[in-house]
Nanobody, 116 residues
Framework: QVQLVESGGGLVQPGGSLRLSCAAS????????TGWYRQAPGKQRELVAT???????NYADSVKGRFTISRDNAKNTVYLQMNSLKPEDTAVYYC??????????WGQGTQVTVSS
């Protein structure tokens, strides 16, 4: 009942920046948490950042100080501003949303490649 579409991925040099967007559509009421996860080849999917309906944020230690998650409720969109990118940030980034009471949704993923 909720669809998530990511955009903004691409190829960037180390030290560069990208901004990912995740647009939600469908029945978006009662979503209490949205966020970003990433998965590198051969590795487990990991949390990058989350933001609750109340505005509380949480970041993986590896991205603190470099990434910022935000949202625009009017546009039903969550963003991930990624600065000072490192090669180890290379992964497929997935948008996630959790909806009361027991629902979870995932986007299709967008590739971020950090390479010189």
């Amino acid at each position: 009942q909720v669809q998530l579409v990511e955009s903004g991925g691409g190829l960037v040099q180390p030290g560069g920046s990208l901004r990912l967007s995740c647009a939600a559509s469908g029945r978006t009421v009662s979503i209490y948490s949205t966020g970003w996860y990433r998965q590198a080849p051969g590795k487990q999917r990991e949390l990058v950042a989350t933001i609750t309906s109340g505005g509380s944020t949480n970041y993986a230690d590896s991205v603190k100080g470099r990434f910022t998650i935000s949202r625009d409720n009017a546009k039903n969109t969550v963003y991930l501003q990624m600065n000072s990118l490192k090669p180890e940030d290379t992964a497929v980034y997935y948008c996630n949303a959790r909806q009361f009471p027991l629902f979870e949704y995932w986007g299709q993923g967008t590739q971020v490649t950090v390479s010189s």
